[in-house]
């Protein structure tokens, strides 16, 4: 079983910043990569930011140069997000890929950005 719990989303002014945390617990045998994925009213889920267990990371043309992802262990990953804009609000949920497993995905954080 494997459990990811993140934090850190909540109400932030356009221009502000927040940072995402994501923990990952429970029977961890090889993640591949770690990511954040954002889902607005209405749209699909999108991918935001990937690191891979190499530290390679990927981010939606629509955040590069604004969001941050890093990771301080194996378990944990980080989405810093400056200069946010309102059409960064969605629930941000955190994605693991295990090899040979699969994906996990965590149960959401709100991030929301007045204008």
């Known amino acids: 079983q494997v459990q990811l719990v993140e934090s850190g989303g909540g109400l932030v002014q356009a221009g502000g910043s927040l940072r995402l945390s994501c923990v990952v617990s429970?029977?961890?045998?090889?993640?591949?990569?770690m990511g954040w994925y954002r889902q607005a009213p209405g749209k699909q889920r999108e991918l935001v930011a990937r690191i891979t267990s190499g530290g390679s990371t990927k981010y939606a043309d629509s955040v590069k140069g604004r969001f941050t992802i890093s990771r301080d262990n194996a378990i944990t990953v980080y989405l810093q997000m400056n200069s946010l804009s309102p059409e960064d609000t969605g629930v941000y949920y955190c994605n693991v890929l295990i090899a040979a497993v699969g994906d996990y995905w965590g149960q959401g954080t709100q991030v929301t950005v007045s204008s």
């Open positions: 429970g029977s961890i045998f090889s993640i591949s990569a």
